[in-house]
């Protein structure tokens, strides 16, 4: 099984600021990487596919970037929405495995 | 729209069965995968099972093998998770999800099951 590790666990930041999130993997997972955010209550929602795309409505101060082992999720400029929990997920080998998660809180 | 409605989730004992239904509309239902996912209580996500397009093929988590059992009706664009000899660590939120390529691109809201 493919582990996922995200760092850092939280990082408490401003509204306006440049957030970079890491995702590594315990071995390749090709570009077979994607990122969700999940408010509090909510369900998950798809943010980036295939380590670098955009999904349909997604604002485009996010980013991702990434292949192999070492991943990341940016965040331009922090808007009050964006206060929430992200988390990578690899489907390249069996099973499916998402990291723990990094926790974006107000400052 | 895409639109994923979960229901029957609820309190039930352990060694109990339980079947969660996930209702689609939106979308041409049998032209995807689907996954259930779920999420303990404060705690992060956990693929549990997909199933094909047309039921053919479906995988489970080695915690939940043998145990639940993915389905999916077509003609009535709903997907299923029968769950048995149901454990305390099966207490989660379900979510009903649908495959986009190597990532699930659509959730519903979840619904609680606890053992």
């Known amino acids: 099984e493919i582990v996922l590790t995200q760092s850092p666990a939280t990082l408490s930041l401003s509204p306006g600021e440049r957030v970079t999130l890491s995702c590594r993997a315990s071995?390749?997972?090709?570009?077979?990487l994607a990122w969700y955010q999940q408010k509090p209550g909510q369900a998950p929602r798809l943010l980036i596919y295939?380590?670098?795309n955009r999904a349909t409505g997604i604002p485009a101060r996010f980013s991702g970037s990434g292949s192999g082992t070492d991943f990341t999720l940016t965040i331009g400029s922090l808007e009050p929405e964006d206060f929430a929990v992200y988390y990578c997920?690899?489907?390249?080998?069996?099973?499916?495995?998402f990291g723990q998660g990094t926790k974006v809180e107000i400052k | 729209e895409v639109q994923l409605v979960e229901s029957g989730g609820g309190l039930v004992q352990p060694g109990g069965s339980l079947r969660l239904s996930c209702a689609a509309s939106g979308f041409t239902f049998n032209t995807y995968w689907m996954s259930w996912v779920r999420q303990a209580p404060g705690k992060g996500l956990e693929w549990v099972a997909n199933i094909k397009e047309d039921g053919s093929e479906n995988y489970y988590v080695d915690s939940v093998r043998g145990r639940f059992t993915i389905s999916r009706d077509n003609a009535r664009n709903s997907l299923s998770l029968q769950m048995d000899s149901l454990r305390a660590e099966d207490t989660a939120v379900y979510y009903c999800?649908?495959?986009?390529?190597?990532?699930?691109?659509?959730w519903g809201q979840g619904t609680l099951v606890t053992v």
């Open positions: 295939d380590a670098s």
């Open positions: 071995q390749s997972v090709s570009s077979y």
């Open positions: 997920q690899q489907r390249s080998n069996w099973p499916p495995t």
């Open positions: 999800a649908r495959d986009f390529g190597w990532s699930h691109d659509s």
